[in-house]
């Protein structure tokens, strides 16, 4: 059985047309299968819409959430409720297209334990999404030992096995495309071009953004924490040469009236570098912080997946 995983926040519009798309496609790999939809707090009709679909299909289970936790965690949930052998995880907004996972699933059956889809272009995105987009794949990447790969999202089909160790993974800032590549295994993909929204805006914010860009650093670099480190050792060596440099003008030169300049320079310089250090552990701190607090990931409201059932 393949189990479909589909998040969705404010996408009411594109439940239908994603929700048609996908069976046709999935019939076409001849497997049973199952769509999870995770309403992730949205603030539109999408969880009537989904209801609907639910009555009228077995096939079709949802999850909703108490509030908005974000994508990440929408497509936790599905993974731990999903029962397939196969899951698949897909946006709901039509710029993954279904079409796509029969020609996934094909490639997984050749051997391998996760099919990533690799963007080629990306329509309908604003100049800014997409040189951020590259830019940040391109900057974790240097980053961090593991290896991520480059313009790819979570559109992907993953085999049961990867699913149950990502469900083992405890960590609570979930970057799920990392988390992956981390786990290893035989990995390929295919490529294709991202399309442009069905309808509707996107729910990834930049705040949004920016989290998980800085979750997918600190869960997949300590280069951020060396940073500190290192300009920490440059600093205190300037100011090193800086003291030697004031030693000598105010007993050689007796020139040590004029130094009010350099003393505020080297302040404001110092206390800049300092904070950015301190900033730096602030954020690994939090993160730690949420992990020790080990609050449930997310809130269940109601649900139509019985999780004892099998
Ligand atoms: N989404 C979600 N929670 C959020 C934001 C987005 O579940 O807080 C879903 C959204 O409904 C879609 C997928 O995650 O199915 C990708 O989001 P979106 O299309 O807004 O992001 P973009 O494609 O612009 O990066
Ligand atoms: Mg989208």
Known sequence: MISVIVPIYNEEKNILPIFLRLVDSLKITLEKFEIIFINDGSRDNSIFELKSLASRHEFVKFINFSRNFGHQIAVSAGLDMCKGDFAVII???????????????????????????????????????????????????????????????????????????IKKMPEKQKFLRGQMAWLGFSQTYIEYDRNER?????????????????????????????????SGFLCAFAGFILILYTLYSRFILKDYEKGWSSLMITIIFLGGIQLIGIGIIGEYISRIYDNIRNRPLYIIDETNINKTEE
Not at 115 to 140: D, P, Q
Not at 199 to 224: C, E, H, Q, V, W
């Open 91 to 165: 946006d709901a907004d039509g710029q993954d297209p279904p079409e796509l996972i029969p020609v996934m699933y094909n490639k997984l059956k050749e051997g391998y334990e996760i099919v990533y889809a690799r963007r080629n272009k990306r329509k309908g995105e604003s100049v800014f999404k997409k040189i951020t987009a590259k830019l940040f794949y391109r900057i974790l990447s240097k980053l961090t030992s593991v290896d991520i790969p480059i313009d790819t999202g979570d559109f992907r089909i993953i085999k049961k096995k990867v699913v149950e160790h």
């Open 198 to 230: 069905l309808s509707g805006k996107t729910g990834y914010t930049l705040k949004k953004m920016l989290r998980l860009a800085l979750d997918g650093i600190t869960s997949f670099s300590n280069f951020p924490l060396r940073l500190a480190t290192i």
